[in-house]
């Protein structure tokens, strides 16, 4: 069974650093696509940075510059690395799988991806919490 754990939240000042990880288990992430995900209170959950299924890097302009995703196929774990965070990153972080790689481009949370967008696994949250 497909599980994912996120780690690493907290509340930090404006301006400060965070690091998010998230543990998958019962698969590996081979080719496909990975991300992170945030939604904050009375919105909607929006994309904050992926791995294609060809691992290229995407991110959303809000975070562009000041957040990094990585993955370490090792550990199998996925990071997004947060700096010069502000009090509009607060939120809840989910990390999520999609494990429908494909030839075409498909439009799913504010990126075109190699991936169907169906975003099978979620995991169950970490808070993130930025005070001005």
């Known amino acids: 069974q497909v599980q994912l754990v996120e780690s690493g939240g907290g509340s930090v000042q404006s301006g400060g650093s965070l690091r998010l990880s998230c543990a998958a288990s019962g698969y590996t992430y081979s080719s496909y696509c990975m991300g992170w995900f945030r939604q904050a209170p009375g919105k909607e959950r929006e994309g904050v940075a992926i791995i294609d299924s060809d691992g290229t890097t995407t991110y959303a302009d809000s975070v562009k510059g000041r957040f990094t995703i990585s993955q370490d196929r090792d550990k199998n774990t996925l990071n997004l690395q947060m700096n010069s965070l502000k009090p509009e990153d607060k939120a809840m972080y989910y990390c999520?799988?999609?494990?429908?790689?494909?030839?075409?481009?498909?439009?799913?949370?504010?990126?075109?991806?190699?991936?169907?967008?169906?975003?099978?696994?979620w995991g169950q949250g970490t808070q993130v919490t930025v005070s001005s």
């Open positions: 999520a799988a999609d494990p429908t790689p494909t030839r075409n481009h498909y439009y799913t949370y504010g990126f075109w991806l190699r991936c169907k967008g169906l975003w099978n696994y």
